[in-house]
């Protein structure tokens, strides 16, 4: 068992992105450095978690999604659904370089309120994490005097347990009745008019600064959620939260009419990185690859993309997914001889072999089958 009497120095994390375990992290102004610990450091902050983490739980508001048993960023963005159409106002939040700004007298008096007098050794070792030196590519250590790293196992628990005493509890103490959701530092808050989400962005801006943190005054926006009963006109009537932009959409209710509703689908963003990946793939060039042999490299990605971004409004991704298709006519046009420069003909190929085997691919599966050369350009 790790005890405060270990000399367990934290060895400098490294900020090399050759030594990132998951790229794509976030870096300042809207993104963030995702420093890598150490194996051992890894150990350590796994230990100290799991002695924590059942300590706090318990108290986390119900309407905290980030990292947490039993709940998901798909539960926050389905709780966000239903009250956006029940409250016509959202205050978008931003919180400007939440991980580079945590102050770090806060989180040990968080921490420390949570553990027992034999448990020292985890505010300890939390300190010691926290005032590890960043390690740059070139070697040069960045000493830093606030703010949690990102990549490190126990950092998500003590974003939460500092979100939770800077914003949940404070909103349930004195704003009982608005709605919120919260993913990390990623929230939306309910508002029944447009006077008090103004009046909650500033009792929120005055709250993040009593602890150190700032809304970002150009990314947090005040939105109409507009649908066909909410037919005002203002400004900004759509926002993006954990990878879903919430806009008015049509929709079809259960006696088949069409109708405008406030709704959530994968994001521009989303699908611009969806589709960065998939060039990245560069279909075209395996044609040393069957097309079973290119189900199984890419299908795993293709279906983690479904499971989360097909949740919600599912037509939307089925149209972007049906992309693929063409990645898949050019991969035939130049493997196989006779559909050199004949993409109609490939795509007619491709149609034929969603017949017979229509579960081939993930996207397939979806729905999204090469049915034509509409359906494939699409």
């Known amino acids: ?15 090399d992105p050759a030594s990132w375990k998951h790229p794509g992290t976030r870096l300042q102004e809207g993104q963030y450095e995702s420093p890598v610990p150490t194996v051992a450091d890894r150990v350590a902050q796994t230990v100290a978690r799991l002695y924590l983490e059942p300590q706090v739980e318990p108290v986390f508001h119900p309407d905290s999604y980030g990292y947490r048993p039993g709940k998901s960023a798909l539960d926050a963005v389905a709780a966000c659904r239903k009250r956006c159409w029940r409250a016509d106002w959202v205050i978008d939040m931003d919180i400007r370089a939440f991980f580079d700004t945590v102050p770090w007298d806060l989180v040990r008096k968080a921490v420390a309120h949570h553990i027992s007098p034999g448990q020292r050794w985890i505010l300890l070792y939390v300190e010691r994490w ?8 070139d070697g040069t250590l960045v000493a830093r005097d606030r703010g949690t790293p990102q990549g490190s196992a126990i950092s998500p628990l003590i974003a939460n347990l500092f979100m939770h005493y800077a914003f949940d509890a404070w909103m349930a103490r004195d704003f009982p009745g608005i709605w919120f959701e919260r993913y990390c530092d990623d929230a939306v808050v309910h508002c029944a008019s447009e006077k008090q989400a103004r009046h ?5 801006a005055a709250r993040l600064a009593e602890v150190g943190l700032e809304l970002h005054p150009g990314k ?8 066909a009963d909410r037919r005002g006109d203002h ?12 806009r008015p959409r049509l929709a079809k209710n259960r006696h088949g009419k069409h109708f405008v509703s406030f709704l959530p689908a994968v994001s521009r963003d989303a699908m611009k990185a969806m589709g960065a990946q998939i060039r990245s793939w560069h279909w ?4 040393d690859k069957s097309l079973g042999d290119l189900a199984l490299m890419f299908n795993s990605v293709v279906q983690g993309w479904i499971n989360y971004y097909g949740r919600f409004y599912r037509s939307r991704l089925l149209y972007f997914l049906r992309g693929l298709n063409r990645h898949l006519m050019r991969w035939a046009c130049r493997k196989y001889k006779r559909l050199k420069r004949r993409e109609r003909r490939a795509m007619a190929w491709l149609a034929e072999i969603a017949r017979r085997s ?14 034509g050369w509409a359906m494939g350009a699409g």
């Open 1 to 15: 068992m790790l005890t405060a009497s270990e000399p367990a120095n934290p060895v400098p994390a490294s900020t």
């Open 130 to 137: 926290l005032k590890a030196p960043l390690q740059q590519a």
């Open 200 to 204: 909650m962005r500033a009792a929120i």
């Open 220 to 227: 947090t926006r005040i939105v109409y959620c507009k649908d």
């Open 235 to 246: 400004e900004v009537t759509s926002f993006t939260f954990l990878g879903y932009e919430f």
């Open 284 to 287: 075209a060039k395996r044609s």
């Open 358 to 371: 229509p579960h081939l691919f993930a996207h397939w599966r979806l729905g999204a089958r090469p049915d």
